[in-house]
């Protein structure tokens, strides 16, 4: 048992470049989430999905793209990444109550 | 919409002094509330939470935390600390209806000097 995967753990893109941020966990979770955290500003929320087939906007949406593509995984996509978005990505996900479980992270710098 | 607060920034202690860490949050419904814990390198771990009952809640490595609900306050307790309790504090709330988006604290560096 896994619980919350990330791939990659560390990413350095230049400006305009695009990636793919994959996320998957193994506990049957219903609801999956991607934040980012910046020194200083704790946890926001990018996106969300409460369940399989749907995905909202969290606090900060903008410049970010997400795909919920089965129960298991939900993927967070920069299609122009801006030095802005560097920032530690981590994904979480939880089952029906509120508890989430956290990924290791993913560290990205766009330069 | 909700928020949470969590005045202390950087806090240095050592070790075996009491631990205070002060969370507020605001928010007029029922709430759930958290607090994680993200050791130097790793990921957020799940402290201790509460949802209903009992306002003291009890949790791992000898932390604790008060509801107390008149001052929307859910602050984390030590009776005494460790070196390896050196970690940065996350509260957290939620509302305990419908969807549970959870808004999180900034956080407290918690320093502990052996």
């Known amino acids: 048992n896994a619980g919350v995967t990330q791939t990659p753990k560390f990413q350095v893109l230049k400006t305009g470049q695009s990636m793919t941020l994959q996320c998957a966990q193994d506990?049957?979770?219903?609801?999956m989430y991607w934040y980012r955290q910046d020194p200083g500003m704790g946890l926001r929320l990018i996106y969300y999905s409460a369940s399989e087939g749907t995905t909202d906007k969290g606090e900060v949406p903008n410049g970010y793209n997400v795909s919920r593509l089965n129960k298991r995984e939900f993927s967070l996509r920069l299609e122009s990444a801006a030095p802005s978005q560097t920032s530690v990505y981590f994904c979480?996900?939880?089952?029906?109550?509120?508890?989430?479980?956290f990924g290791p992270g993913t560290r990205l710098t766009v330069l | 919409a909700q928020s949470v607060s969590q005045h202390n920034h950087h806090v240095i202690l050592s070790e075996a002094a009491s631990l205070e860490l002060g969370c507020n949050y605001s928010?007029?419904?029922?709430?759930?509330l958290f607090w994680y814990v993200q050791y130097p390198g790793q990921h957020l771990q799940l402290l201790l939470k509460y949802f209903s009952g009992d306002p003291l809640v009890k949790g791992i490595k000898g932390f604790e935390a008060e509801f107390i609900k008149s001052k929307f306050s859910f602050n984390l307790r030590k009776p005494s600390v460790q070196w390896s309790d050196t970690a940065e504090y996350f509260c957290?709330?939620?509302?305990?209806?419908?969807?549970?988006?959870?808004?999180f604290g900034t956080g407290t560096k918690l320093q502990v000097i052996p």
């Open positions: 957290a709330v939620t509302n305990s209806g419908g969807y549970q988006k959870v808004t």
């Open positions: 979480a996900s939880s089952k029906d109550y509120p508890e989430q479980f």
């Open positions: 928010y007029g419904g029922t709430v759930n």
């Open positions: 506990m049957n979770h219903n609801s």
